[in-house]
């Protein structure tokens, strides 16, 4: 199946059944990376050391189940972007309610189509990246729209505060924004990336030209007195990081807004 990502996504597969582990590996092996839990107490470990796109758990195992496991994730900082299924043999809509009521994106009932499977996530993927796109190459937009979770809205409307506040500072590095968030540089990192499909380093720079953009438009002020207040240290800099992320240069983005 065709996906417009620039990256393999990353799946976590957790079922107690090796049957059924291999039977969800086989469906996604060929457009995915894959790895897998027969607990969810092993798919918690795994989520410490991986940046896991996307969870596909079933909710009757052992120890944890999975409406527990799901309430869990969607509750830590750390994982609550991740998009996850719950899969389940209870065909009652009291289950189904009781899934959505513990953050799952989607519940999906067995037996079930493997192509019904393979759309529910990539639509799940597709609709995270097309918000990161959007945010990503769009001069005009000046914050995240996370229509996917709430919760991702906060956390990088969060970070964005931070660094608009901090925006005329040349030396505003991923410490820095990881100490304000009360995480780890690494933690930090991955949650970033997972969110928005960009660095942390890339994030400020991203912001740092939002606000460069509207500064542009408001067409009273040099490009270098622009440059300069939003924390560059040369002209020639802006104008290139400018050019990489929107396709166009201050000048030629400039010249729209003159005489309106």
Known sequence: MEKNLTKTDLLLIIDDSEDILDFLTEIFCDGYDIVTAESAEQ??????????????????????????????????????????????????YQAQIAGLEVGADAYVQKPFSPQFLLLQVANLLKNRFKVREHFSNTPAEESWITTHRKTDGVFMKKVEEYIHLNIKDTNLEIDQLAYHMNMSRPTFYRKVKAISDVSPKDLINIVRLKKAAKLIEENGLKLFEVSQLVGYRSQSIFGKNFLKYFGINPIEYATQFKNV
């Open 43 to 92: 798919a918690l470990s795994i989520l410490k050391n991986n940046v896991i796109d996307l969870i596909i758990s079933d909710i009757m195992m052992p120890g944890i189940d999975g409406f527990e496991f799901c309430q869990q994730v969607k509750s830590d900082i750390d994982y609550c972007h991740i998009p996850l299924i719950l899969l389940t043999s209870k065909n009652t």
